[in-house]
């Protein structure tokens, strides 16, 4: 009966912890479509847009936007050209601007 | 509901670092799939791994639920798997030959694959330990040494790598296991052990019993004793060094309504051998207790059957010593396995206790000419089915001896109708 009950708990556990394990790479496989962790809004905001634009402004435009990812697209093509967006930061960038609010 | 509990609190500790990984996510870019359940595992394996010592520390909180035998059995379990999970942090990812090897990398991919070896080399050892013949002791020192490079080197391994342990949230769940882990430790190896020597007992009687087995009878030593309920045991060690750990599971055989605590130790290994020439009247030794959920006390039984075997008779000696003094007229079955009336421990004092107590006794010895009514071979399902004829639905079992026969009682009173909750036992062959 010990045997069978502890088996059975940790086949439970197991079970929970195999369930969790699919879930965070479910979870974090996401990270593509929303923004990234590493560059909250405002972060993002005082680096690219700040000496233009109020943040206010651009929220503004996004939230109206029909077509919020084309309309990020635009505003990073606008930014490549006043040189102020390079690397691998503008995928960062375009997360914020086209995820979801 | 407080085993529940405790359950869930465990899960929910296990699982700290992965979700604080989840919710903290400080990596930016999108990675394959293979590594990301890579980092699942090994953040499952720290958490698992990190409790592993917290399920053997002797907590009371966690003892009284469970008894040790269960924790025992849970956390070799909770090892295999932690060895899987640390298997497949490794096979998912793409790792070098020299970096598998520990020979190259970083300090932190060092560590990491020192403490996966150090890991199986501990399990390995602890699957293997009967097999290999290896002492209880030595098997002791090796596992407490290899557990000591195991977690420090996780540990640095996990906030070396700068991957979800960059995160804060992270850092500070495994900072919370860490913490966790230092204050059992402190408990565990100082402040129990220290307690414990304030409190010395003093050997007042020993006495052979059977062919193989001395009876110690201890006395509390400025101090009021000790508390227990019949059918728990005590770890004994009689060196005087507080850090020593010399020290084994002792079923308690003494009434628990007396001051005096006996032991009964079995002389099959070397320390229980020594420790039986050492215990001698005048000696000292030294108690940590009482620990195990082996007892009628938390039963709800009109009546009880108790099935033992070898030195596994220790403890229902104790209940029934224990039933005895406190006037209880339940009726008991007393099913009594040894190999011979040599090797029958206690029996002269079992059958006088037939006067007070409801008690029937049934005595099998594998040696047996029948002349002194025991019953001839080894307890199996036909004696126990010609014997238990009443309904079992109120009956509790407390069966402990050999692994073999608890594990044909335990079946045999299943199929008898015994609800499963109402069978008790006391293994010490865990490990």
Same mark, same amino acid.
């Given at each position: 009966m010990l045997q069978r009950d502890v088996t059975r708990t940790v086949g439970t556990l197991a079970a929970i912890f195999g369930m969790a394990a699919a879930l965070f790479v479910v979870a974090v496989r996401e990270r593509e479509a929303r923004p990234s962790a590493s560059a909250p809004p405002s972060e993002v905001y005082a680096r690219c847009c700040s000496s233009c634009h109020e943040e206010s402004e651009l929220r503004g435009a996004l939230e109206s936007a029909p077509d919020r990812a084309a309309l990020a697209l635009e505003w990073l093509e606008e930014l490549a050209q006043h040189g102020s967006a390079s690397g691998p930061e503008d995928l960062a960038l375009v997360k914020w601007l086209a995820g979801p609010r | 509901m407080r085993a529940v509990a405790i359950l869930g609190a465990y899960a929910l500790l296990v699982l700290l670092p992965l979700l604080s990984a989840a919710l903290?996510?400080?990596?930016?870019a999108q990675r394959p799939w293979h590594i990301e359940l890579a980092s699942a595992a090994g953040l499952l394996a720290l958490g698992v791994v990190a409790l592993e010592f917290a399920l053997v520390a002797r907590l009371r909180p966690v003892n009284i639920p469970f008894g040790s035998d269960a924790l025992m059995l849970f956390h070799r379990r909770m090892g295999i798997a932690g060895v899987v999970l640390v298997g497949a942090h490794v096979v998912l990812l793409p790792l070098r030959p020299t970096e598998l090897l520990g020979l190259g990398g970083s300090p932190a991919l060092r560590a990491g694959a020192l403490a996966a070896w150090a890991l199986l080399a501990l399990v390995a050892l602890s699957v293997t330990r009967r097999r290999m013949g290896v002492r209880y002791e030595r098997w002791l020192f090796g596992h407490r040494a290899l557990a000591t490079i195991v977690l420090p080197a996780m540990l640095v391994h996990s906030l070396g790598?700068?991957?979800?342990? *960059?995160?804060t949230s992270v850092r500070w769940a495994i900072g919370l296991h860490g913490g966790l882990l230092a204050v059992i430790a402190l408990d565990y190896r100082v402040r129990r052990p220290l307690r414990e020597q304030r409190r010395p007992w003093r050997v007042t009687d020993t006495r052979q019993e059977g062919a193989d087995v001395g009876r110690i009878t201890l006395e509390p030593e400025g101090h009021a004793g000790l508390r227990f309920e019949p059918g728990q045991f005590v770890w004994l060690?009689?060196?005087? +060094?507080?850090?020593?750990?010399q020290e084994h599971p002792i079923s308690i055989?003494?009434?628990?309504?007396?001051r005096s605590v006996e032991l009964a130790i079995g002389a099959r290994g070397d320390w229980s051998r020594r420790c039986i020439e050492e215990l001698v009247p005048g000696a000292r030794a030294w108690l940590d207790g009482p620990y195990g959920?082996?007892?009628?006390? +938390?039963a709800a039984a009109e009546r009880l059957i108790l099935v033992g075997g070898g030195t596994g008779i220790a403890p229902l000696r104790s209940m029934l010593l224990s039933l005895r003094d406190r006037g209880d007229r339940r009726p008991i079955l007393l099913v009594h396995a040894s190999r011979d009336r040599e090797h029958a421990l206690f029996e002269r004092e079992f059958e006088s206790l037939r006067n007070e107590l409801a008690l029937e006794i049934v005595r099998v010895h594998e040696?047996? /000419?029948?002349s002194d009514g025991c019953e001839l071979g080894r307890i199996d399902h036909a004696l126990l089915q010609r014997r238990v004829n009443? /309904?079992? +639905? +109120?009956t509790h079992a407390f069966v402990c001896g050999p692994p073999a026969l608890m594990d044909v009682v335990q079946e045999t009173l299943l199929e008898l109708g015994?609800? *499963?909750?109402?069978t008790h036992t006391e293994r010490f062959d865990m490990v």
């Open positions: - | 903290a996510d400080p990596i930016a790598m700068q991957a979800y342990t *960059a995160s060690r009689t060196s005087p +060094r507080w850090w020593s750990s055989a003494s009434s628990s309504e007396r959920a082996f007892t009628p006390d +938390r040696v047996c /000419d029948g009443w /309904d079992l +639905r +109120r015994l609800p *499963a909750a109402n």
